[in-house]
T-cell receptor, first 111, second 114 residues
Framework: AQSVTQPDIHITVSEGASLELRCNYS??????LFWYVQSPGQGLQLLLKYFSGDTLVQGIKGFEAEFKRSQSSFNLRKPSVHWSDAAEYFC?????????FGKGTKLTVNP | DAGVIQSPRHEVTEMGQEVTLRCKPI?????LFWYRQTMMRGLELLIY????????DSGMPEDRFSAKMPNASFSTLKIQPSEPRDSAVYFCATNQGQVRETQYFGPGTRLLVL
């Protein structure tokens, strides 16, 4: 069965620090991979997605993610976090019509 | 485009009452997804439609839940009768039909069943 694991429920970083959010998946074949962000009280918004090709993908708001097939991972990174990045981040995978979402990682940014 | 529109944004009801959640997809999007988000279970797909036809309703928790999409511009998710454990945020999302296409989420309906 397809599954997505985000091992960190909650991460706190200082503004200006680097960030890495982890995502591991279990899937029969290499799926399409996505990161979404949810600000408080809002719906989810796509940050970036990976289908094939270059394993390092760039997204909006200065985020990037790297696909590592050998580790079944798709970790999200940002070199310098801004206070406005405080939100919940969801990794998702899919190959057919629907996506499977991880349980999310809540990011707190300290001033 | 106004994005995905959901109504109501908040709903408080008593156990046993019927609840109807509404969604207007982005024009031109032919797939529509209903999700439920809770602290315990995260984001769960309840049902999705393609070209107004229900494709997969395996996530619908029980017969008290039903969803319809009578046309390309409108979908409803109904809970009858509602129970306190149905309290959650319900999201509608739409896209252009293939999984690689971005899903656009509405703002959600926050449901509280007392």
């Amino acid at each position: 069965a397809q599954s997505v694991t985000q091992p960190d429920i909650h991460i706190t970083v200082s503004e200006g620090a680097s960030l890495e959010l982890r995502c591991n998946y279990s899937y029969g074949a290499t799926p399409y991979l996505f990161w979404y962000v949810q600000s408080p009280g809002q719906g989810l918004q796509l940050l970036l997605k990976y289908f094939s090709g270059d394993t390092l993908v760039q997204g909006i708001k200065g985020f990037e993610a790297e696909f590592k097939r050998s580790q079944s991972s798709f970790n999200l990174r940002k070199p310098s976090v801004h206070w406005s990045d405080a939100a919940e981040y969801f990794c998702a995978v899919g190959r057919s019509e629907k996506l499977v979402f991880g349980k999310g990682t809540k990011l707190t940014v300290n001033p | 485009d106004a994005g995905v529109i959901q109504s109501p944004r908040h709903e408080v009801t008593e156990m046993g009452q019927e609840v109807t959640l509404r969604c207007k997809p982005i024009s031109g999007h032919n797939s529509l997804f209903w999700y439920r988000q809770t602290m315990m279970r995260g984001l769960e797909l309840l049902i999705y439609f393609n070209n107004n036809v229900p494709i997969d309703d395996s996530g619908m928790p029980e017969d008290r839940f039903s969803a319809k999409m009578p046309n390309a511009s409108f979908s409803t998710l109904k809970i009858q009768p509602s129970e306190p454990r149905d309290s959650a945020v319900y999201f509608c999302a739409t896209n252009q039909g293939q999984v690689r296409e971005t899903q656009y989420f509405g703002p959600g309906t926050r449901l509280l069943v007392l």
